[in-house]
């Protein structure tokens, strides 16, 4: 591969060597300083053709060095080109060309002639092929390279023979970009989330029934455990100590405060006094099964309703309900919770009265919305009570199930130990106990089919009962805005006879009972207005809650099943060698 270098010698330009020319023309004065570093004012400065041969490296406008970040500290930037000169020791005369012309000349015959000119590759190309030699010869003096003025750009073409070719494609390792560092969000672990509050949960656990006292003024006694990350609480994790009536005493406390604003109320579980007397009477050691069986259905039941009380946003923060989770102290006692007290009477007169209230009051609904969710909700309640039974004859038949099978069990035992047979004796053996197993898991299937589809569809039944509630509350504050306008119209009408009649001393009377119950009318339309709008936002919580704990029911449920078929599967798999081995 052969180059070119065009080179033009004149010793008349040089201001150090021409007394004439101390200073250059100022159309010179952009060559007083060099070139910046892989520019192409080299390259073109004494070309006149545009397809003058140019080096590959000076084509490269931008070469990685120049795109590396300023602030890599392994790679200084190059010096930014300036078209002003600097100002030079008058002793030393300026070099030119000092960034082009940095290899050794060869002088022969008088005149200077480059032998062997190295191109100017940037740091690290070619591997160490196209590396400058060290030399000690002066340069060649801008003298006598510079061509006279007015002389013609021109210069003789003076090929270069170099002496190695150098690879003219630049072994460049471009430098790593600067890693652009992102903006560091501050996220919270799990924990910190959970004390900010980021995602409030509340988790309430009912254990450990105690029996407290002996006969009938004994009573039983839960240990309430509550888990929580919700600010207004003082601890996130503690323990207290409960007795049923105090979780019938939040109930009532609740729904004299909230249900008239049209909350949902979650229901308390049913007090039994057959159980309850059952309890009472027995003693801890000589507890029989259904004791034990109402004991735990009870404790199963309370952490289901404090779960879906502590669910609801309004109800957690309640004063009592705080006090009754909180306070590491026993609770004032609830006298108004037995069903043979007084207030047990009044409530329930209460509830006649309110039944006959919804069959004989037909209320003209105007809002479609209500119209159309009491009807579904009529629906729904319908359809739960008829899978509640549904679930209920299937626990009972998973139950006897069981007992069939253990029944089974025994008789197998009976008859292999009557076998003459040694391994049909042994077979029947194997048999029985893989009968007792399988009782064992149908056993456990139905306690899974009761607790987790039959008591939960059991609970939603008395929300459907407590969601009618709510609906009715709105019936009677309709009652009592519709009441109110009745009356003012009957106050109207006495004030406009009175007018007529003259009596001005009944007049100014009439007056005032029709302001005030204007006012009345007023309040009473504002109070229906917004216990709609709650009932509404309320529905929308319910519908919610509604689906996700069908669908964890059914999910659980299917799980269960599953693991214990699983269960019967590995035994009777077994079993089928012992029976094989019959002979």
Same mark, same amino acid.
């Given at each position: 591969?052969?180059?070119?270098?065009?080179?033009?010698?004149?010793?008349?330009?040089?201001?150090?060597?021409?007394?004439?020319?101390?200073?250059?023309?100022?159309?010179?004065?952009?060559?007083?300083?060099?070139?910046?570093?892989?520019?192409?004012?080299?390259?073109?400065?004494?070309?006149?053709?545009?397809?003058?041969?140019?080096?590959?490296?000076?084509?490269?406008?931008?070469?990685?060095?120049?795109?590396?970040?300023?602030? &890599?500290?392994?790679? *200084? +930037?190059? #010096?930014?080109? /300036?078209?002003? $000169?600097?100002?030079?020791? @008058?002793? %030393? !005369? =300026?070099?030119?060309?000092?960034?082009?012309?940095?290899?050794?000349?060869?002088?022969?015959?008088?005149?200077?002639?480059?032998?062997?000119?190295?191109?100017?590759?940037?740091?690290?190309?070619?591997?160490?092929?196209?590396?400058?030699? &060290?030399?000690?010869? *002066? +340069?060649? #003096?801008?003298? /006598?390279?510079? $061509?006279?003025?007015?002389? @013609?750009? %021109? !210069? =003789?073409?003076?090929?270069?023979?170099?002496?190695?070719?150098?690879?003219?494609?630049?072994?460049?390792?471009?430098?790593?970009?600067?890693?652009?560092?992102?903006?560091?969000?501050?996220?919270?672990?799990?924990?910190?989330?959970?004390? &900010?509050?980021?995602?409030?949960?509340?988790?309430?656990?009912?254990?450990? $029934?105690?029996?407290?006292?002996?006969?009938?003024?004994?009573?039983?006694?839960?240990?309430?455990?509550?888990?929580?990350?919700?600010?207004?609480?003082?601890?996130?994790?503690?323990?207290?100590?409960?007795?049923?009536?105090?979780?019938?005493?939040?109930?009532?406390?609740?729904?004299?405060?909230?249900?008239?604003?049209?909350?949902?109320?979650?229901?308390?579980?049913?007090?039994?006094?057959?159980?309850?007397?059952?309890?009472?009477?027995?003693?801890?050691?000589?507890?029989?099964?259904?004791?034990?069986?109402?004991?735990?259905?009870?404790?199963?039941?309370?952490?289901?309703?404090?779960?879906?009380?502590?669910?609801?946003?309004?109800?957690?923060?309640?004063?009592?309900?705080?006090?009754?989770?909180?306070?590491?102290?026993?609770?004032?006692?609830?006298?108004?919770?037995?069903?043979?007290?007084?207030?047990?009477?009044?409530?329930?007169?209460?509830?006649?009265?309110?039944?006959?209230?919804?069959?004989?009051?037909?209320?003209?609904?105007?809002?479609?919305?209500?119209?159309?969710?009491?009807?579904?909700?009529?629906?729904?309640?319908?359809?739960?009570?008829?899978?509640?039974?549904?679930?209920?004859?299937?626990?009972?038949?998973?139950?006897?199930?069981?007992?069939?099978?253990?029944?089974?069990?025994?008789?197998?035992?009976?008859?292999?130990?009557?076998?003459?047979?040694?391994?049909?004796?042994?077979?029947?053996?194997?048999?029985?106990?893989?009968?007792?197993?399988?009782?064992?898991?149908?056993?456990?299937?139905?306690?899974?089919?009761?607790?987790?589809?039959?008591?939960?569809?059991?609970?939603?039944?008395?929300?459907?009962?407590?969601?009618?509630?709510?609906?009715?509350?709105?019936?009677?504050?309709?009652?009592?805005?519709?009441?109110?306008?009745?009356?003012?119209?009957?106050?109207?009408?006495?004030?406009?006879?009175?007018?007529?009649?003259?009596?001005?001393?009944?007049?100014?009377?009439?007056?005032?009972?029709?302001?005030?119950?204007?006012?009345?009318?007023?309040?009473?339309?504002?109070?229906?207005?917004?216990?709609?709008?709650?009932?509404?936002?309320?529905?929308?919580?319910?519908?919610?809650?509604?689906?996700?704990?069908?669908?964890?029911?059914?999910?659980?449920?299917?799980?269960?099943?599953?693991?214990?078929?699983?269960?019967?599967?590995?035994?009777?798999?077994?079993?089928?060698?012992?029976?094989?081995?019959?002979?």
């Amino acid at each position: 591969m052969r180059l070119y270098l065009i080179v033009s010698a004149s010793p008349s330009l040089c201001p150090g060597d021409n007394p004439q020319a101390t200073h250059l023309p100022r159309a010179w004065a952009p060559l007083a300083r060099p070139p910046p570093h892989g520019s192409r004012l080299t390259a073109d400065l004494f070309s006149t053709n545009p397809g003058a041969l140019k080096s590959p490296v000076s084509e490269q406008t931008t070469t990685p060095e120049d795109q590396r970040s300023p602030e &890599d500290p392994l790679t *200084p +930037p190059p #010096p930014a080109a /300036s078209l002003t $000169p600097e100002p030079h020791n @008058p002793g %030393t !005369p =300026p070099d030119l060309f000092e960034s082009v012309a940095e290899g050794p000349v060869v002088v022969q015959g008088g005149s200077p002639k480059l032998s062997s000119v190295p191109l100017d590759l940037p740091a690290g190309g070619n591997g160490g092929e196209g590396k400058q030699q &060290d030399t000690s010869e *002066p +340069p060649v #003096p801008p003298s /006598s390279i510079l $061509p006279p003025m007015g002389a @013609p750009l %021109t !210069p =003789p073409v003076v090929p270069i023979t170099p002496t190695a070719t150098p690879s003219l494609t630049p072994n460049i390792t471009p430098a790593a970009p600067t890693p652009v560092t992102p903006v560091a969000v501050a996220r919270s672990s799990p924990e910190q989330a959970e004390g &900010d509050g980021g995602d409030e949960f509340i988790q309430i656990t009912v254990s450990d $029934p105690q029996k407290i006292g002996d006969g009938m003024s004994s009573y039983m006694a839960y240990k309430v455990t509550t888990k929580t990350n919700v600010s207004y609480f003082r601890k996130k994790h503690w323990s207290v100590m409960r007795r049923f009536s105090d979780f019938l005493g939040l109930h009532r406390k609740l729904v004299e405060k909230h249900l008239h604003s049209g909350r949902v109320i979650p229901p308390a579980p049913e007090k039994s006094a057959i159980g309850t007397t059952k309890i009472k009477l027995g003693s801890d050691k000589n507890a029989d099964s259904g004791s034990l069986d109402f004991i735990e259905r009870r404790r199963a039941a309370l952490e289901r309703y404090m779960n879906r009380t502590s669910t609801h946003p309004t109800l957690r923060a309640d004063p009592d309900f705080r006090e009754f989770v909180e306070l590491d102290a026993e609770l004032p006692r609830a006298t108004q919770t037995s069903a043979l007290s007084s207030a047990g009477v009044l409530r329930l007169l209460n509830r006649v009265g309110e039944t006959v209230n919804k069959m004989t009051f037909k209320m003209d609904e105007s809002d479609q919305w209500f119209e159309e969710r009491t009807q579904q909700i009529e629906s729904l309640d319908a359809q739960l009570r008829k899978l509640h039974a549904s679930m209920e004859r299937l626990v009972n038949y998973r139950r006897e199930l069981a007992l069939s099978t253990a029944a089974f069990a025994k008789a197998t035992a009976v008859l292999s130990s009557v076998e003459e047979h040694s391994s049909l004796s042994r077979a029947l053996h194997q048999l029985s106990e893989s009968t007792e197993r399988t009782q064992t898991i149908h056993h456990a299937q139905a306690d899974a089919d009761f607790y987790v589809l039959s008591e939960n569809t059991k609970d939603y039944i008395q929300l459907i009962s407590a969601v009618k509630d709510v609906f009715h509350e709105r019936v009677k504050t309709f009652q009592t805005w519709q009441h109110a306008q009745i009356t003012l119209a009957k106050k109207r009408e006495a004030k406009a006879k009175a007018e007529l009649a003259g009596r001005m001393d009944k007049v100014q009377q009439a007056q005032e009972e029709v302001t005030e119950w204007e006012g009345k009318v007023e309040r009473s339309q504002e109070e229906f207005e917004r216990i709609s709008r709650a009932i509404k936002k309320e529905m929308e919580q319910f519908d919610v809650m509604r689906v996700k704990d069908f669908r964890d029911m059914v999910i659980k449920y299917l799980e269960d099943l599953m693991t214990s078929q699983q269960q019967i599967i590995k035994v009777w798999e077994t079993f089928i060698p012992e029976a094989k081995a019959i002979s």
